[in-house]
């Protein structure tokens, strides 16, 4: 028996099925087109972000990209942050993964965060 999955190479199936009471018989083609189901979860393992403050160097922009996929061709991944950020020193674009650190970074002082993301 063969496992029918989207994300295999073969996505379509032609058969030739036949009914016969001898003599007589009629045959069908049936063809099977495997469709996308998200029978995949996500998958994100932990990661941190580190980074060093230079004077007149505080990255502005996007610094990364939280590091999560999925198998399912077809599904689109969602990014929100659960805990740990109340001081909003990250902001997260919740439709591309994308982090960037809140200019309350730009300082001497140290910081340490713990988070929780899932997609």
Known sequence: ???LDYESVKKKYDLIIRAASPPLRSDAHVEIVVTDVNDNAPVLKDFQVVFNN??????????GRIPAYDADVSDKLYYRILSGNNANLVALNESTGQLQLSPQLNTNVPKIASMEAID
């Open 54 to 63: 230079f004077r007149d160097f505080f990255p502005t922009g996007s610094i």
């Open 1 to 3: 028996m063969i496992q």
